[in-house]
């Protein structure tokens, strides 16, 4: 009979096409759920990207954020189609960078496939998210909006040795060289823009613009409250040794006297710490706070060339790590000139979060540290920074990445 049936001619073409019409309808149907499964399968791997980059932001300050990578996945797939999400996360942390790998599995009904046998599809997506933390810095310009906010000109030579400089100015010349100036650095990094006119930069991780504001390190550090005067108006000519203290109206150390600073915190409360050329001033352990106990003349400070200051920080306490603190209510643009040029060395941060710092100076071995932060920094001379401060307890900066990977 069937050799009759496919042998006669006298027939339709129409048995011949409802046999035909049943693979035909079995292939519109399978493209049909795979194409809502890959539509699926696409909008979890949306979500599971997310949640690997969230994952990996907060890990460093929310260890147990692992687990709760499900909850964040769901609040970013809203599919109840897809049944029996399955998610999972892990973290793993090396020097500098820390790697979250996700995955997320489900599987989807089928309509059309199922009377072929196939009654699920089954989903599954992965990420791998990285965050590299770059804790390099040693510059740091905290001013939004300044022009030139990290500046160098003239015949100035800048050694940023090991470390980077940043500015957090939005300006078109967040960092500006000109001039004959040299400045070489592990790289520098702006919010705005760079202007480089004649001057010769040296990176060897390049110049990045565009980027985030770096958070300011001693934010949250506060120095002690402090009252009355210890000494006004301090006017140093022969060696002299001095005691922590409030130092109202001024400390002056004049050309050929030298001072000495027990450890602990100074006050300048008021008026201002001056270091004429051919003085000596020299501390460990030392922290200077320039402030105001009335809200105006607030203390500022001239390191003129050829003095020689060697300073340190304390290693411990509420001012560890910082060698020149300036009051947060100082008003912006107010300058601090620390000029001593090579025989000056500073060792710690010298932090003044709204100053205008004025710098020269050398810290030229491979065992220095020296942070420089300030609401804008100049170079106005000759100047060595090197950023080893493993032993200075000062607080680490830089910049920071987070990237998904394969």
């Known amino acids: 009979m ?26 519109v149907g399978a493209a049909v759920d795979y194409g809502r499964a890959s539509a699926l399968r696409t909008a979890m791997q949306g979500a599971i990207d997310s ?5 990996v932001e907060r890990y460093s300050s929310d260890g147990t954020i692992t687990a709760q990578a499900p909850n964040i996945f769901s609040a970013l797939f809203e599919r109840p189609e897809v049944l029996s999400l399955d998610v999972t996360a892990d973290v793993t942390v090396s020097t500098g960078e820390t790697i979250a790998s996700l995955s997320a599995s489900g599987y989807v009904n089928t309509t059309f496939m199922r009377l ?7 989903l599954k997506v992965q990420a791998k998210a990285a ?19 990290v500046s160098a000109g003239g015949s100035t030579n800048i050694a ?9 100015s939005s300006d078109a010349a967040a960092f ?7 400045v070489s650095a592990l790289s520098i990094g702006t919010v705005g823009k760079v202007s480089i006119s004649g001057a010769n930069i040296t990176t060897s991780e390049g110049i990045n613009t565009d980027l985030s504001p770096i958070a300011d390190p001693y934010n949250d550090v506060a120095f002690p409250s402090f009252s009355g005067c210890t ?22 150390v004049n050309a050929g006297a030298i001072l000495t600073l027990n450890p602990g915190v100074y006050y300048l409360d008021r008026g201002s710490m001056t270091v004429n050329g051919g003085a000596t001033i020299t501390g460990n352990g030392v922290t200077l706070v320039f402030t105001s106990s009335t809200g105006d003349n607030w203390a500022t400070a001239t390191i003129n060339g050829n003095a020689t200051v060697n300073l340190t920080a304390p290693i411990a306490g509420p001012t560890a790590g910082i060698v ?66 493993s032993g200075y307890h000062t607080r680490p900066f830089g910049r920071t990445s987070i990237r998904l990977i394969m």
């Open 116 to 122: 072929m046998g196939f009654s699920t599809l089954k």
């Open 51 to 55: 949640t690997a980059l969230q994952i």
């Open 176 to 182: 500006s060289a000109g001039g004959s100036a040299t």
């Open 131 to 149: 965050k590299n933390t770059d804790n390099s810095g040693c510059v740091l310009a905290l001013n939004p909006t300044a022009s030139g906010a």
């Open 231 to 252: 000494k006004t108006n301090l006017i140093v000519t022969k060696p002299a040794t001095i005691d922590p203290g409030v130092y109202c109206k001024g400390i002056s």
């Open 2 to 27: 069937l050799a009759r049936f496919w042998n006669n001619r006298e027939g339709g073409v129409a048995p011949l096409l409802a046999i035909a019409i049943l693979p035909l309808m079995g292939a």
């Open 324 to 389: 020149v603190f300036g009051d947060r209510g100082i008003p912006a643009g107010t300058s601090y000139k620390f000029n001593g040029s090579s025989t000056q060395y500073l060792g710690g941060a010298v932090y003044v979060p709204t100053g205008a710092v004025s710098y020269s100076g050398g810290a030229g071995t491979s065992t220095a540290c020296t942070q420089i932060i300030g609401g804008t920094v100049d170079f106005t001379g000759n100047a060595a920074v090197a950023i080893n401060c």
């Open 160 to 168: 940023l040795n090991n470390c980077s400089v940043y500015s957090n």
